[in-house]
């Protein structure tokens, strides 16, 4: 298994790079979102890596962080999702869009990709439901864990790269060792970070308690 490459950019396509490491090209193929944060030709790039093994073919697919990287092979899992469809949907709204998505079952956020339906999106949505809660917390344990910069879809104002909120994995097992399952949980701490993304993590605590409260 290849679990990252390397090496100089030699050239782009629409949906793939060649990355020489060390006379050797490997031809890896990316997201529009990683594609957009790729240095220029003749530098140096690395990226985690999942490689595809078919009959007839071996594909290499790059990511930028192993949380993506999980979400792609998890996405693949789902009926219905390729590898294509995979990289489309981390393309459009990222790996921390797919943890939203599916732990808010919000179906209509995956569907926004190219060549996704909504009984697809839909499928996608129910059947990682129950994995949303670890991915999320993994995303935010490596949010430091990137091995290129990635700059256009997700740089924010000011400079730098949006980081993922550890507090949302705090909060997460905060709530798992409260009882709550964790499935709801995860629900209850996306939409609280949705609507305060810097909350550390008490905040994010409370607000999820009162999401979870009982109504009536």
Do not use: C
């Not at 949303?132 to 700059?151: F, K, L, Q, T, Y």
């Amino acid at each position: 298994m290849i679990g990252k490459i390397a090496g100089r950019l030699e050239y782009r396509a629409a949906d793939h790079v060649l990355i020489d490491v060390r006379g050797v090209g490997y031809v890896v193929y990316v997201s529009d979102r990683v594609m957009a944060g790729l240095p220029g030709n003749g530098e140096v790039v690395a990226l985690y890596t999942d490689l595809l093994v078919r009959e007839d073919n071996l594909q290499l697919f790059g990511f930028t962080t192993l949380v993506e990287k999980e979400w792609h092979r998890l996405l693949m899992s789902v009926q219905g999702i390729g590898a294509k469809a995979s990289m489309a949907i981390l393309g459009t709204i990222g790996a921390d869009g797919v943890s939203r998505a599916i732990a808010l079952g919000d179906w209509n956020a995956i569907a926004k990709a190219k060549g996704v339906g909504p009984k697809t999106a839909q499928r996608v949505a129910i059947e990682l439901k129950d994995k949303a809660p670890a991915v999320m917390a993994m995303g935010a344990a490596s949010a430091d864990d990137r091995v290129i910069e990635v700059e256009a879809p997700d740089r924010v104002r000011g400079g730098g790269v949006r980081q993922a909120n550890p507090a949302q994995a705090e909060a997460l097992s905060a709530l798992g060792n409260l009882g709550y399952a964790p499935g709801e949980a995860a629900s209850a701490v996306a939409e609280a970070a949705g609507v305060e993304p810097e909350a550390d993590t008490s905040a994010l605590i409370r607000a999820a308690l009162k999401l979870l409260a009982p109504k009536g």
